[in-house]
């Protein structure tokens, strides 16, 4: 029986490009879907220690499925570190004006909270419409 554990090196990462729509998906359950490759765990070699993970764009942010009640109620808050620089912006505005942010702080919220994180989030690309410009990556549709 071979008990030695498999830890994949930098050299022997592939990486491949997936392209997923969000028209009419839950943000939540894209959200997982994409965090999940993002940090590679879908493929057999993931390593905790190492970003094995693949590029993923999102296109369409703009057409998300939220719920009605969730529009109002999920707030984003945020603070300047001055006095009074408390800011908060409910969902539904925050989709109206910066679509991709949604989707980008919801795929944020699932990755590790380290500098593997930042380095896994730079291989998100984000886009309110359909158009992209990495068609020379030749990316697959996410299954």
């Known amino acids: 029986m071979n008990s030695k554990t498999y830890t994949a090196r930098e050299s022997e990462i592939?990486?491949?490009?997936?392209?997923?729509?969000?028209?009419?998906?839950?943000?939540?359950?894209l959200a997982t879907r994409v965090a999940s490759v993002l940090t590679g765990k879908h493929k057999p070699t993931w390593t905790a220690n190492l970003d094995t993970g693949d590029h993923v764009i999102?296109?369409?942010?703009?057409?998300?499925?939220?719920?009605?009640?969730?529009?109002?109620?999920?707030?984003y808050?945020?603070?300047?570190?001055?006095?009074?620089?408390?800011?908060?912006?409910?969902?539904?505005?925050?989709?109206?004006?910066?679509?991709?942010e949604v989707v980008r702080r919801a795929i944020k919220g699932?990755?590790?909270?380290?500098?593997?994180?930042?380095?896994?989030?730079?291989?998100?690309?984000?886009?309110?419409?359909?158009?992209?410009p990495h068609q020379a990556q030749q990316p697959e549709p996410l299954a």
């Open 77 to 100: 808050q945020r603070h300047s570190g001055h006095p009074q620089g408390f800011k908060e912006e409910s969902l539904g505005k925050l989709l109206e004006r910066r679509p991709e």
């Open 110 to 132: 699932m990755l590790p909270h380290t500098r593997l994180g930042a380095q896994q989030l730079r291989k998100l690309k984000i886009y309110a419409g359909s158009d992209h």
């Open 58 to 75: 999102v296109l369409n942010a703009r057409k998300i499925s939220v719920s009605a009640a969730k529009l109002d109620t999920k707030l």
């Open 14 to 29: 592939e990486r491949h490009w997936f392209v997923v729509d969000a028209t009419d998906q839950t943000l939540g359950r």
